[in-house]
């Protein structure tokens, strides 16, 4: 699913039994992890991704973010 909203875009997906948001552009995820409960890491996604920023959060943070943008 993408998001395109007034911190930045994201794409979040389910990995397993985990949720991924990615980013194209870092400050983009760094500004939605400021908002988050827990302020999930960001890191580096692998080499030639379209996504090279990512956070991965638990479902109440993928509620969360919904929260913040409905």
Do not use: N
Not at 21 to 44: C, M, Q, T
Not at 56 to 66: P, R
């Amino acid at each position: 699913m993408w998001l395109f909203t007034e911190l930045g875009f994201y794409s979040i997906v389910k990995k397993g039994k985990h949720w991924h948001v990615r980013a194209r552009i870092k400050a983009d995820a760094e500004r939605l992890s400021e908002k988050l409960d827990g302020k999930p890491e960001v890191l580096a996604s692998y080499p030639g991704s379209d996504y090279p920023w990512r956070m991965i959060v638990t479902a109440k943070q993928k509620a969360e973010i919904f929260r913040l943008f409905c």
